[in-house]
């Protein structure tokens, strides 16, 4: 048997619940019962013969594919699936044809507007489609700019 953390939910099984309720994410996760899930072993401990398996692992074809796909500098459009104190998650939609798993990108609360930001609630909404830069690459995930976009005001 092994164990499937649930930080390690694709992005397409992650339960996202406003407010982090813990009822309503365990109701989120019981639908995952008896699903056939595709995972990566990240983590195995031969004495005890248990290990840890990732969904969202990517094998490392699949992380050189999906940076060469979005590189940074380049804009796509994306939705917004998460709002946290921190910033806000994107789901970015590939161009032509691409077929490797995107784990959702963050836009870091410092990158969503060139003035101080003190809820990204302000400034994005969850489900709002938008335009969004891509500045770079943090653990295998998009890091994005919402304040890329926008003109630099005069100091």
Known sequence: ?????????????????????????????????????TVKIIDLDQKTDKFIVSEKALSREETREMMEHFRPGEIFDGTITAITNFGAFVRLEPKGGFNVAVPDGLIHI??????????????????????????????????????????????
């Open 1 to 37: 048997m092994a164990f499937l953390p649930v930080s390690q939910l694709s992005q397409e099984h992650y339960p996202r619940v406003e407010g982090g309720d813990k009822n309503k994410i365990f109701q989120q996760l019981t639908k995952l019962v008896g699903k056939e899930l």
């Open 110 to 155: 410092s990158e969503l507007d060139w003035g101080l930001v003190r809820d990204p609630r302000e400034i994005v909404k969850e489900g709002e489609k938008i335009k969004i830069k891509i500045i770079g690459f943090h653990q295998g995930r998009p890091t994005l700019s919402l304040k890329a976009l926008k003109e630099k005001p005069q100091s």
